[in-house]
């Protein structure tokens, strides 16, 4: 793992990496209680909608990304409160718009090519310093915004009609809860690509809740697993000559199994 | 004083009338039972007192102000009618759920750290759930769980607690100590109880004031004048007991 440290490169991969990890892992545990863990996949169809209306109107993709991802974050939020979709269908109807008109205008565009596959399957070894420090700042923003609305946050993913009573602006902080994961999943592009950024989301923080008995814990947990995956990835990644993206998810998905087969065995104290 | 006044509310879902011209006061101090059969609006009456439904006409007044107006959210506490109907996986201690309700950000580093830690540990001795703080709220069983509901319902320190059928599921000797638990804060704490109840049993035992509801008020006043009224022959006639006593 020492290698990781001797490039310029390499350190920015993992300063990047682990940042936004742990920023999709904070809010995977979110999310996942919420029965949300579905929007993450969502979003980054949404984002590839984004990142190809970029190249089409030759503009910065990510920041084109980071625009339709929010924009489609709120959209979903306000169909599934407004239409009284069940389930994950607001999630299932903006994905595949979002893909759909991702592969339209990339194909008006000419530009199925290199660039897009870097946002499709990610491309963290290749990370700038400018793209280092706008990953890093927006996931500091982001894990900001969550430890000043924590309580809330909890009090709502618990009991929603409870902490409506107590005062909680429940509306504002579903507003700000879509918002937080859509920068993050754009966020997640870069380390893990549009096809497996939900699993940045979505794996740590279900590892985290196999073993915590509090919901500190579990955040705790999520945020470690998904810095070790990042760590431990790009290692593999460095040693074996494959994708960053697909190790770190592989390696996410491992510790998640560990985590599962030691609650199975009980190997933690959890009254 | 009138803790909470209601005036002529009228509520329907789906143009299906719920509540028609209801009028309801509760004044500092009161245990009042919302009795009633299933349908009666009982619970649409609770959530229409808290802003969690809107009235199609009528007029709240909470502490003194219309409802739109209000702040003061921690001045009043609430155990839904599926408080215990939470994922049994949900990965949160007794401490989180009662500390969750205090909204304080240093809960981050720890529910029981900083400020909040002797305000929670204070809720749950209130309700005899203390030396269980560091359980997960899943484990509990369910008159346990009721508790610890209480407990986040007292742990900003509230002038009334709203309860909605707090003690479905829950057997006999445990539902009596719960009961007993809300006659201390009631007579104690001084801290004014409204309950949402179809047992008119419970009734009896414990509360000062009735208002039965079947989508108008039929009765509102006090226990004794209630085992005297109309509206308790009716319930009586449909098939529920009630033994009058003095409080």
Same mark, same amino acid.
């Given at each position: 793992m020492a290698?990781?440290?001797q490039y310029?490169?390499?350190?920015?991969?993992?300063?990047?990496g682990?940042?936004?990890?742990?920023?999709?892992?904070v809010?995977?545990v979110?999310?996942?209680?919420?029965?949300?863990?579905?929007?993450g996949?969502?979003?980054?169809?949404?984002?590839?909608?984004?990142?190809a209306l970029?190249?089409?109107l030759n503009v910065?993709?990510l920041a084109?990304?980071?625009a339709?991802?929010?924009?489609g974050?709120?959209?979903i939020?306000?169909l599934?409160?407004?239409?009284g979709?069940?389930?994950?269908?607001?999630?299932?109807i903006f994905s595949?718009?979002?893909?759909?008109?991702g592969?339209?205008l990339a194909t008006l565009a000419?530009?199925?090519?290199?660039?897009?596959?870097?946002?499709l399957?990610?491309?963290?070894?290749?990370i700038?310093?400018?793209e280092?420090?706008l990953?890093?700042g927006l996931a500091?923003?982001?894990?900001?915004a969550?430890a000043?609305?924590?309580a809330r946050l909890?009090?709502m993913?618990?009991?929603?009609e409870?902490?409506r009573?107590?005062?909680?602006g429940?509306g504002?902080?579903?507003?700000?809860?879509?918002?937080l994961?859509?920068?993050?999943?754009?966020?997640?592009m870069?380390?893990a690509?549009?096809?497996?950024?939900?699993a940045?989301?979505?794996?740590?923080a279900?590892?985290?809740?196999?073993?915590?008995?509090s919901?500190?814990m579990?955040?705790?947990?999520?945020?470690?697993?998904?810095?070790?995956s990042?760590?431990?990835?790009l290692a593999l990644?460095?040693?074996?000559?494959?994708?960053?993206?697909?190790?770190?998810?592989?390696?996410?998905?491992?510790?998640?199994a560990?985590f599962?087969?030691?609650?199975?065995?009980?190997i933690?104290?959890g009254? | 004083?009138?803790l909470?006044?209601?005036?002529?509310?009228?509520?329907?879902?789906d143009?299906t009338?719920?509540?028609?011209d209801?009028?309801l006061?509760?004044?500092?101090?009161?245990?009042l039972?919302?009795i009633?059969?299933?349908?009666?609006?009982?619970?649409?009456?609770?959530?229409?007192?808290l802003g969690?439904?809107?009235?199609?006409a009528?007029?709240? !007044?909470?502490m @003194?102000r219309? /409802?739109?107006?209000?702040t003061?959210w921690?001045?009043? *506490?609430?155990?839904?009618? =599926?408080? &215990?109907?939470f994922d049994p996986?949900?990965?949160a201690?007794?401490? !989180?759920v009662? @500390?969750?309700? /205090?909204?304080?950000?240093?809960q981050?580093l720890?529910p *029981?750290?900083?400020r909040? =830690?002797g &305000?929670?540990?204070r809720?749950?001795?209130q309700?005899?759930?203390?030396?269980f703080r560091?359980?997960r709220?899943g484990?509990l069983s369910?008159?346990?769980?009721q508790?610890?509901?209480?407990a986040?319902?007292?742990?900003?320190?509230?002038?009334?607690?709203?309860?909605d059928?707090p003690?479905?599921?829950?057997?006999?000797?445990?539902?009596?100590?719960?009961?007993?638990m809300?006659d201390r804060?009631?007579k104690d704490?001084g801290i004014?109880i409204?309950?949402v109840t179809?047992?008119?049993?419970?009734?009896?035992?414990?509360v000062?004031?009735?208002?039965?509801l079947?989508?108008?008020?039929s009765?509102?006043?006090s226990?004794e004048e209630?085992?005297?009224?109309e509206a308790f022959?009716?319930?009586?006639g449909?098939?529920?007991?009630l033994v009058?006593h003095?409080?």
């Open positions: 290698v990781l440290f310029g490169f390499l350190q920015r991969a993992v300063l990047a682990v940042f936004i990890a742990v920023a999709c892992a809010l995977g979110f999310l996942i209680l919420r029965k949300d863990a579905m929007i996949h969502g979003l980054s169809h949404v984002a590839f909608a984004g990142v970029g190249l089409f910065l993709p084109a990304a980071l339709v991802s929010v924009a974050a709120l959209a939020m306000r599934k409160d407004r239409a979709l069940y389930g994950d269908t607001a999630v299932g595949s718009l979002g893909l759909a008109v592969i339209l000419g530009s199925f090519n290199v660039d897009l596959m870097a946002y399957f990610g491309d963290v070894l290749a700038d310093p400018l280092v420090w990953s890093v500091a923003v982001v894990l900001l969550v000043l609305n924590y909890l009090f993913t618990f009991d929603r409870s902490a009573v107590s005062g909680v429940i504002r902080l579903d507003a700000l809860l879509m918002v994961t859509a920068v993050t999943i754009v966020l997640g870069k380390v690509g549009i096809l497996l950024v939900a940045l989301i979505v794996i740590p279900a590892a985290g809740l196999q073993l915590a008995s919901f500190r579990a955040v705790v947990l999520a945020a470690a697993v998904a810095a070790f990042v760590i431990a990835g990644a460095v040693r074996l000559d494959v994708p960053a993206s697909a190790s770190v998810v592989i390696i996410c998905f491992l510790v998640f560990v599962s087969l030691a609650k199975g065995k009980s933690l104290p009254r | 004083m009138d909470i006044k209601a005036s002529g509310v009228t509520f329907s879902y143009g009338p719920v509540l028609l209801v009028s006061s509760i004044r500092e101090g009161d245990f039972a919302i009633g059969p299933n349908g009666s609006g009982k619970t649409t009456l609770v959530k229409i007192l969690l439904l809107r009235p199609s009528g007029r709240i !007044e909470i @003194g219309p /409802l739109h107006d209000f003061d921690r001045a009043i *506490g609430y155990v839904p009618q =599926k408080a &215990t109907h996986l949900f990965p201690s007794v401490e !989180e009662v @500390g969750m309700a /205090l909204l304080s950000n240093s981050i720890g *029981g750290r900083g909040s =830690k &305000t929670v540990v809720a749950l001795r309700v005899g759930m203390e030396p560091s359980w709220i484990r369910g008159g346990q769980q508790r610890v509901f209480i986040r319902a007292l742990v900003t320190r509230p002038r009334v607690i709203f309860l059928e003690t479905t599921g829950v057997d006999a000797e445990t539902q009596s100590r719960f009961y007993d809300l804060l009631n704490e004014t409204v309950l179809h047992d008119i049993g419970i009734v009896n035992r414990h000062n004031q009735v208002a039965c079947n989508q108008r008020m009765y509102h006043g226990h209630f085992c005297r009224s022959r009716d319930m009586v449909q098939g529920d007991h009058a003095k409080h």
